[in-house]
């Protein structure tokens, strides 16, 4: 497994640190990718497969659980950012409460935020959560592209079916990119990477 693009060395990533109040956040520093979704859409297994690890980003037993903000620093270079997850039906008024604020907090005066990738279940479509989410991107004016996860659960044809429906489906913004994602096998694993490291670090010198 590919452990290096564009000169940024996937083996120095670290936990940098887990916010759970608004105050704990970082805006400020090396650029920042951050990961929105549902709260079973696969996140921390998509981020584990980004950076070749197993258990560095934790998949919990109990999704929605979770309400924290976790930074991953990879090689000093940019941060992927894992927000938490939204749209499980069973946490409490309380934590809904706390999600939204701690996320909007995320997104206010954020000038080290680069973009978003937005997660959505290929094989689910865009829920009413997704279209929530989105139009809160769409709100604070955050450029996003869509990753498709657990396209590996669906045949080609069925693929191609939801594909053309995501796409069509007038939800997203004019010519939004959408990335198919398997954290399983790693399809799109080094589409997705290109992607990322284009839409932080950019033209930087990434070999610094």
Not at 3 to 24: E, R, W, Y
Not at 95 to 113: G, M
Not at 115 to 135: A, C, H, P
Request: hydrophobic share 40%; proline share 3%; charged share 25%.
């Amino acid at each position: 497994m590919e452990m290096s693009f564009s000169g940024v060395n996937l083996h120095k990533t670290d936990l940098k640190i887990t916010a759970g109040l608004p105050k704990q956040l970082i805006k400020d520093g090396v650029p920042q990718v951050a990961f929105v979704g549902r709260s079973n859409v696969g996140k921390s297994s998509l981020i584990n497969s980004l950076l070749g690890r197993k258990k560095l980003a934790r998949v919990s037993s109990e999704p929605g659980k979770t309400i924290t903000v976790n930074y991953y620093e990879v090689d000093n270079k940019l941060c992927l950012v894992d927000l938490p997850g939204y749209g499980f039906a069973r946490r409490a008024k309380s934590d809904i409460s706390k999600w939204s604020a701690l996320t909007e907090h995320y997104f206010v005066d954020n000038p080290a935020l680069t973009y978003v990738l937005q997660l959505i279940d290929i094989r689910v479509g865009i829920t009413e959560d997704d279209k929530m989410m989105l139009s809160y991107l769409d709100h604070y004016d955050v450029p996003y592209i869509v990753v498709a996860t657990k396209c590996d659960k669906l045949n080609k044809t069925k693929l191609n079916e939801a594909c053309a429906k995501l796409l069509s489906s007038g939800v997203l913004r004019s010519n939004t990119e959408v990335i198919l994602y398997s954290s399983l096998k790693g399809i799109g694993r080094e589409t997705l990477w290109s992607k990322i490291i284009e839409m932080s670090i950019g033209g930087e010198d990434a070999s610094r």
